[in-house]
């Protein structure tokens, strides 16, 4: 049975895919359309990142495909639907990231709450902004938002209430009466209460109509201005250029974002230059230790997919 692998993956798991099927690797394949299509002509399973895009297109072009590996959890990048109506089986790597996001949130959120860390070049140089940056805040005693209280979520309530954080959570689909409130030690909010009463906002949502440009400059409007967001979702569930004009008027104190519209990003984008600004390239989900644990998943996932057919 043959796989073709149009993104990054570990290649000590490609090469245990290697041992049981016909494996074509080539991570410059999610640039390649018309190769990748040739490719899939007789291929049984496709594996990708976030950025092929598994379009109803894509699909016809590989007409004995039964299984789509996904090496991380967002399916954005994918038609859900034709994948079904294909009778393609959809597997993410759920879970295998989940810590390596929950630890970039709460690095992103201390480095921006103490602030005290962006000077090393000019202390280097012999300034020495003591009163400038004796201001800082501290994590224990205040409240983190969590917009989204699904794996993501859960684990990142978690290391907050390590650093003796309250944690609330909004997320509709958990019903108020849910053991996991109880369990976990987390309050449920509407949006709005959670928006106003959070020092740290932090976003676990899926990119859904729902929730593109949910944070618009109204929502981010009511904000506390001591508050700051954290965006490791998807690019678009914040709106830019609403976030560069809060954080421009000091309307929030501070923010991250490691996803974005468009990736990467283009010369006019609002982001450039702003202030208490926090900017990386969709690494969020990537560490050395995630990487293995993703790409072990993602091909344990499509090899037993493949072989109960
Ligand atoms: P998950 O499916 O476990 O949880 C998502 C939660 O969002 C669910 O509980 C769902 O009920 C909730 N939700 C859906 N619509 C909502 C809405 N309108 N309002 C509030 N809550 C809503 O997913 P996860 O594993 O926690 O991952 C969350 C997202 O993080 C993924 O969809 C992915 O896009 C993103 N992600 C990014 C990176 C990165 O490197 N930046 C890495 C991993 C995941």
């Known amino acids: ?53 598994v ?32 009778g393609v089986k959809v597997l993410p790597a759920v879970g295998a990231n989940a810590q390596a996001v929950a630890e970039y949130v709460i690095t992103a959120m201390m480095l921006l709450v103490r602030g005290g860390f962006m000077a090393s070049s000019a202390i280097g140089e012999g300034a020495w902004p003591r009163a400038a940056l ?74 859904l109509p729902s ?20 965006n490791t979702a998807r690019g678009g569930i914040v709106n830019e250029a609403a976030l560069a004009n809060a954080l421009k008027a000091k309307k929030i104190y501070g923010a991250a974002l490691d996803v974005f519209v468009t990736e990467p990003l283009g010369n006019q984008s609002p982001l450039a230059g702003i202030p208490n600004l926090l900017l990386t390239p969709h690494i969020a989900g990537l560490t050395v230790e995630s990487n293995q644990r993703v790409s072990k998943v993602t091909a344990d996932r499509v090899a037993d997919c493949l072989l109960k057919q």
């Open 55 to 86: 379009t109803s297109e894509l699909l016809q072009h590989a007409p004995a495909l039964k299984a789509l590996g996904r090496l991380g959890v967002g399916l954005d990048n994918i038609d859900l639907t034709a994948c079904e109506q294909r």
């Open 211 to 230: 929730t593109n440009n949910m944070f618009d400059a109204a929502l981010i409007g009511q904000m506390k201005p001591s508050a700051v967001l954290i």
């Open 1 to 53: 049975m043959k796989i073709i692998i149009s993104e990054f993956m570990e290649e000590a798991e490609v090469d245990r895919l290697r041992q049981s099927f016909d494996v074509t690797y080539d991570a410059t394949l999610v640039d390649d359309s018309k190769k990748l299509q040739s490719l899939l002509a007789d291929a049984d399973a496709l594996i990708v990142r976030n950025r092929t895009q």
């Open 134 to 207: 004796s201001n800082g805040g501290e994590i224990a005693g205040k409240v983190m938002g969590l917009v989204g209280f699904g794996g993501i979520g859960q684990l990142t309530a978690k290391l907050a209430q390590g650093l003796g954080m309250q944690v609330i959570a909004y997320d509709p689909a958990i019903d108020q009466t849910d053991t996991v409130w109880n369990s976990t030690n987390v309050e449920p909010r509407t949006l709005e209460a959670l928006v106003s009463e959070s020092d740290v906002i932090s976003l676990h949502v899926p990119l």
